[in-house]
């Protein structure tokens, strides 16, 4: 009896699902009803071997490894996200400055909802004082604050609707907002500004409405509101003890 045929590889995924041959030009020759399911498993092949699930999950020493091998560091996946992005999101900062180091282009934009890793920075759910230093990074290698997505939102909308006040900060303290000083006025297609995406009154929307002028008074108001509850802990905690 004859043996059975060996699996056939594909040079991009690597060996194939068993029955489903190459024809030439590397089409899969296979029954039109389950051809697209067929693709499609391949591509989230494809996607599960590249860069991006690393970057996603933070895992600089595996990016690192596949940049040294080749992959290109702005690589796109079939939605136009690059490593950046994934990192970006991920509030991964020592991986975003890796690939920042490596050339990494941080204007490119997504082809599903047009945004740029400065854009999934300001959704990152990282501490508090992580998220101004991974914006700053990437304004740092050239992200444009005034850049819009397909909605028309800037990364100040993103930062504002996310509730982020240390993203908002870091934008609008950072020279790269200088270059656009009308950062807080624009607006995505709703006609919104920043400061109508904040989901409540407080400092974030203040920060937002505010001119640079106020927006360091703020600041000073902040600090010094921080320094008076710090103070009021210290002697409340002072007379307790001496109960």
Request: charged share 20%.
């Amino acid at each position: 009896m004859a043996s059975a045929a060996a699996a056939e590889s594909c040079p991009k995924c690597g060996p194939l699902p068993s029955g489903v041959a190459l024809t030439a030009g590397t089409q899969l020759a296979t029954s039109r009803s389950d051809f697209s399911a067929v693709e499609e498993t391949l591509d989230e092949l494809a996607w599960a071997r590249g860069v991006w699930p690393a970057a996603r999950d933070g895992k600089a020493e595996r990016v690192a490894a596949l940049l040294d091998g080749g992959v290109a560091v702005d690589a796109a996946d079939g939605a136009g996200y690059r490593a950046l992005h994934f990192a970006a999101r991920g509030g991964h900062v020592a991986l975003v400055e890796l690939l920042l180091g490596r050339g990494a282009d941080p204007t490119l934009t997504t082809r599903s909802g047009g945004c740029t890793a400065l854009h999934r920075a300001c959704l990152a759910a990282v501490p508090a004082a992580a998220q101004p230093r991974l914006v700053a990074l990437l304004l740092d290698h050239g992200a444009r604050p005034e850049q819009a997505d397909s909605d028309g939102a800037t990364c100040l909308h993103k930062a504002a609707a996310a509730g982020r006040l240390g993203a908002a900060r870091a934008i609008l303290g950072h020279r790269a907002a200088a270059a656009a000083p009308q950062l807080r006025a624009l607006r995505d297609r709703r006609e919104r500004t920043a400061a109508d995406c904040c989901a409540a009154p407080g400092a974030l929307r203040d920060s937002l409405s505010a001119s640079a002028a106020d927006e360091e008074a703020l600041l000073q108001l902040e600090m010094r509101a921080q320094m008076c509850n710090h103070v009021s802990f210290l002697v409340g905690a002072a007379g307790g003890g001496g109960a």
